[in-house]
């Protein structure tokens, strides 16, 4: 198991052994969604977010 | 009376709805025509069950009736993209939607994905009345406010008007709203197990509707929206601080001077008995506003609410209003609905 | 159009209030009084929200004014007590308790605590007009149904009258009501922490309105009612074992014929989309009614459904609608309310 | 204690999650698995807010882990199909869905769709041990029971064992049920707008529960179910109509004989204060059940009701419990949790 | 593990109903007597339906049995008045009303009726561990805080640890309650149909709670606390304007170091998924608390929101954590609940 | 029937004929409870408030 920093709370998180690129993964700390940009060394970025859609 | 006919855009969607529940029991108003694409060819009952007697089925929108009023309920960037049709369709359009709530072009930009229909936000007029009623007589494209900004203009308007609060100043607004708000698409976050009993911060900052406070009453607002249990309702707590000493009496001033002569705004502003602030369910249902103040000498605050159903006041009642103006028709011709006590979530 | 006064006795109360709400918005009548013991000289909206721009203080029952229709919103045994002097007052009394409802002075005996004004049962009719519309003409005293014995009874009114379903037949009903049923009184039971979320037996026998099912449809029925999570609402589901073979369509028909001039009845008997059965949110806040059935062959049962507003079409709007009848007004004058869609737990 | 692992198939959905909350405070299991297609490589926590703290990550269901016991909690279909890959995993496979729940392969022709692993039949045990704890001891496959089957049989056990209703007889059930019984992948009808403050009979007749009810009390059930407004909970209202004359004593009789040593059944059958018969909220989130009756002698009828938490004593908590049954433990083990009072409508 | 004698005091109300529930499930205590005046020598289920296996009565609260820990569940001023008979009958005394909240005595007199016992003050311990860890140890007597604080404390200490925000500052505080807050004696107001899906603003101004604010965090606040549809959840939403400029890392660097280490506290601010923010039901029945933030550039504001259980991580979860450390027990020793997931509005 | 003024928010109150010191009526207006204190002429007070009791 590696690791890596989230890029939101700054937490450690745990990775997976097979990770691909593309992957999106939960921090485990913030609960933000990261996406696996590179797998050696794992780099992750804030995936982009699907919110709601309230109308109003 | 001069009768109109009408089509509504977007009828099988929730606010779609509440225009077909007024347009149906208003006497100036004969519906010729309800959009939807998913139900085509179905009845009206078949989505709302409350129209199960109206005699109509859905037909598409790519085919619309020539009428007197079209009334667009469709999400954000559909009525921009259609607007010219629209218009060809009817004299008078009447949109829902963001699309062209705001004067500026750039604000678009800012808040929203941008605008495709420029030339047409020079003619639309703000639809509420107690802002904006010189400007709506004899328009032919009026723009629905948004909900939560609709509830927290009517709350601030007259703290504004009387110089209470002013530009520079930075007013605290906290809405808590109903799962209507949504709009009948709604996704996981919606569905009644894990929407239910919510106390949900779910615009904590960045709100839309922060936009139309700017541009309508020059009033900076750092906004918070809450979803909470309930399926109709709008209710703003605005918590402004004024520079200079604030009175009871001052505030019973602004407040009769901004709303007494207004046919849908009841202030209430701590009276006696269960009810003695403004709260969403006693207007639900209704083209009602109601909107108060508590004065907070400690904090040197005014606490401002405003109550309304989003879908009301905050969108198809307020729709229908502004057409009423627009067409010289009696202000509240069909919106006379009265709340209902008690009731429960409505 | 003629114009009537009117008085509400009890006007405090929930069904008095919507009494209230009914008779504001109703071209034919004009309210001059409103009474209430507890809040003599307050405004009616401190008590009513909905209400608030009603230009009415409540008074005194002990002064009754003179009136051509007077309406009674009082516990069971008020009216029996002060039924003289009602009768003093108006033309016509319409009474929303239990009071006159049943026709014999025996069943008040069984199923209350006895009657001590016997010599009036005799002129009463019974309110529902769905059942006893030829009577209500010209009447001088009117008894308003039980809520729960009105969505029986509409209910179950056309597998009675094409003779599914006959005398010795015994029929399960199982009732489900909304917190407004207990009236504005309510105790401990009735505070909303321990009411909230409810599926509660709270008269899982012995029901009273059994009565009514017996007086006006000759059935016997074994009552359960239960409270749920609702404020307005009354759910009849009644399981009927009809002797012989039945149909749908043979189901469609007699409920068709039963209904099909009825202003105020919807049969809702499993089409498509979300709303297959009849449901209380649908019609609340109206004086409407949806009714329908569902057919399970291999237990040769019948489930009818009725769904009311306890305090509409199960009471108040009955009540208005009655008197209607009997002034020779137009049936849907002043209860053409819609529902609402979506709405929550009204 | 000896400890287990064990793995949950459905890790994601309603149940799934129960079983989670569950084994995670256990004291004689380790969760070493939890799958979910739709989450993989997301945290338990991200679905399930209560279990933030548990450090666990959904995998996918086509790589089982070898474990003690797989609980599953898919769909009707899932386990049938997957039931040699979860029987090659685990030594022993406890079921949440309806596919090995019946006995006889015929009865799957006839309710539900067929079944297609009709070897695993015989080997299946049904989970409810107030019906089935001498033949669960060393079970390998478990199936447990459907809630509003379980609320129903809990209820109606003791008057069969009694002899009070017996064969021939027909029982109607009134079942009312909250909205987690469809599960986390709710449609339309399930959104909050249209979910909220139902009393809506979503299954009026055929309901597939009849079907354990034949099954394993041999009893005819005339099933309703209606969705009335709670998330949680699943309460059955039983009308049955017993031959000869019946008295509460021997109700009395009959309840305490059968459930005075069982851990999880309460018999609340008319006493004192709010709480007077069953009600489902009030075992929330717990494995507990409530069960009562009423007698209406005036309709020769007794009315028994039971009370649970749809997805604990009518899911998830019936198979941990039958899991403890199965492995030797004290069947209370992990299963302590009390409901909560007051409660809105959990 | 050593084990202690307990008394709840006002053992039949809301919060008193909590404490029992905690206490019959502590391993380390035994409960010896719940008081109540109403309830003398009715079994504690009659009240507390969740409790209907606990073999106790009510008691009077005139005859104390000596114990090593009394619970004092009782309304504002009744502690101070027996606080004498409290502590001759307990070595630890742990109050849950305002009474011995406030450090000064000249707070009760500026935000309550003033005090009776203020010789007790000095003794008194704020019961919050997150605040006052260190003084609990060996404390006999502690006062649990208000529930409004409690939320509003736990938002804002990481912020004002961290010096985001500090003494001059004006932070607005909306929170949002429950029913169960107004405690089991609820008047009119309370009663279900006029309760039910409200968002009410009932203290609009001027809250008691402030003062808490202000002793323990040495912060201003202005409080508006509107009663919302729920039973049981308290949500705080602070509004604060920092000095200079914060980044979401500094943010949660602030909560991070507030509440790693904390048994009882989540940080939950802006994940993925449909629960991104602190919301109380998912902590309903628990002493656990969720906080978090938002960040707002635009308005350089930052959204603090914290959410518990009123009756729980507000009032009774508290006292027995805080009598967890005081009697040097280990601190969540009864306090592991877990949170539903799915649950409707607990 | 008189009027007075409402000592809350200053609209008129019609008075009914027959008020009797210690009444207690509802400002039509502001909803605010008052005192009839004096009735020849009529004067108003704000009537002490019974707040629902909220625990807490
Ligand atoms: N809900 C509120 O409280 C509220 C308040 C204020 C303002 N508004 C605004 O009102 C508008 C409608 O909101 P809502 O809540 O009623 O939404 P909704 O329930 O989702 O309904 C949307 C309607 O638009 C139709 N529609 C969607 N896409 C379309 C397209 N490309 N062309 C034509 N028709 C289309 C839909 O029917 P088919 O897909 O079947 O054609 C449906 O009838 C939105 O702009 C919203 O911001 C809503
Ligand atoms: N609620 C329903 O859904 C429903 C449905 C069908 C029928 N009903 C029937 O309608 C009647 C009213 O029910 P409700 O729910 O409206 O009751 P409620 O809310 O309790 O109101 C009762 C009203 O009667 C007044 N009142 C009480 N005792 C009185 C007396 N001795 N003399 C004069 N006035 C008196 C009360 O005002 P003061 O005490 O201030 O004078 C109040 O205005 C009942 O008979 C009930 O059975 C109710
Ligand atoms: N809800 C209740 O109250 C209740 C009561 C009694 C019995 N049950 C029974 O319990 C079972 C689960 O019900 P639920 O309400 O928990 O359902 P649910 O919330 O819809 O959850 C279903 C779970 O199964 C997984 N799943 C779906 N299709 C799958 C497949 N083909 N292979 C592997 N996993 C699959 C889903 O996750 P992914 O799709 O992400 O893999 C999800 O985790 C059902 O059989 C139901 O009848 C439910
Ligand atoms: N509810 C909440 O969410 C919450 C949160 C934080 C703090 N608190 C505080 O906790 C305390 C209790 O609140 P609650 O909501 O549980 O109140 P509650 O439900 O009204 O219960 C009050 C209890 O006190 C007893 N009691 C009342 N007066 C008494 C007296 N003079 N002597 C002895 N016993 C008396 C009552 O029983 P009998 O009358 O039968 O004796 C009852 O058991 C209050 O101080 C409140 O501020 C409550
Ligand atoms: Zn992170
Ligand atoms: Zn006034």
Redesign the interface.
């Known amino acids: 198991m590696t690791e890596a920093e989230c890029v ?4 450690d998180v745990t990775l ?1 052994d097979d990770l691909e690129v593309g ?11 990261l996406e696996v940009v590179d797998v050696s060394p794992p780099v992750l970025e804030r ?1 982009p ?2 919110e ?5 | 009376m001069s009768r109109f006919t009408a089509a509504v855009v977007g009828g099988s969607g929730f606010t779609g709805g509440e225009l077909l529940r007024l347009l149906v029991g208003h006497p100036a108003f004969e519906v010729v025509q309800a959009t939807s694409r998913e139900y085509e060819n179905k009845t009206v009952g078949y989505v709302h069950p409350n129209l199960r007697g109206l005699d109509l089925r859905f037909s598409s929108p790519e085919e619309l009736e020539s009428v007197d009023v079209l009334f667009a309920a469709t999400p954000h960037g559909v009525s921009m993209q259609h607007i010219d049709s629209f218009r060809d369709a009817a004299g008078l359009v009447v949109d829902l939607s963001a699309d062209f709530r705001l004067p500026e072009a750039d604000a678009y930009d800012e808040w929203y994905d941008g605008h495709t229909a420029t030339e047409h936000l020079a003619d639309a007029e703000y639809a509420l009345p107690e802002l904006n009623r010189e400007n709506l007589a004899g328009a032919d494209l009026i723009a629905a406010g948004g909900c939560n900004a609709t509830a927290t203009l009517l709350a601030m308007k007259p703290l504004v008007d009387a110089g209470f609060v002013s530009d520079g100043d930075r007013v605290v607004v906290d809405v808590k709203v109903g799962s209507s708000e949504g709009g009948a698409g709604g996704g996981k976050a919606s569905s009644h197990p894990e929407r239910s009993g919510v106390v949900r911060p779910y615009a904590p900052t960045g709100h839309r509707h922060e936009a139309e406070l700017e541009a309508y009453l020059g009033l900076s607002t750092a906004f918070t929206v809450h979803a909470v249990e309930m399926v109709r309702g709008a209710s703003a707590t605005c918590h402004a601080f004024p520079g200079g000493p604030v009175t009871k009496g001052d505030l019973w001033g602004a407040y009769r001077e901004a709303y007494e002569d207004e046919p849908f705004v009841d202030v209430v502003a701590g009276g006696g008995g269960t009810y003695r602030y403004p709260e969403p369910k006693a207007v639900a249902g209704t083209n009602r506003a109601e909107v108060g103040f508590a004065l907070d000498p400690g904090n040197k605050r005014v606490v401002a609410f405003g109550a309304i159903d989003n879908m009301m006041k905050g969108s198809a009642g307020q729709a229908v209003h502004a057409a009423n103006v627009a067409l010289g028709l009696e202000e509240t011709t069909g919106l006379d609905q009265l709340g209902l006590h008690p009731v429960g979530s409505p």
């Open positions: 939101e709370c700054g937490a997976h992957e999106i993964i939960d921090c485990g700390t913030c609960g933000a969604e995936a977010e699907l709601e859609d309230w109308g109003e």
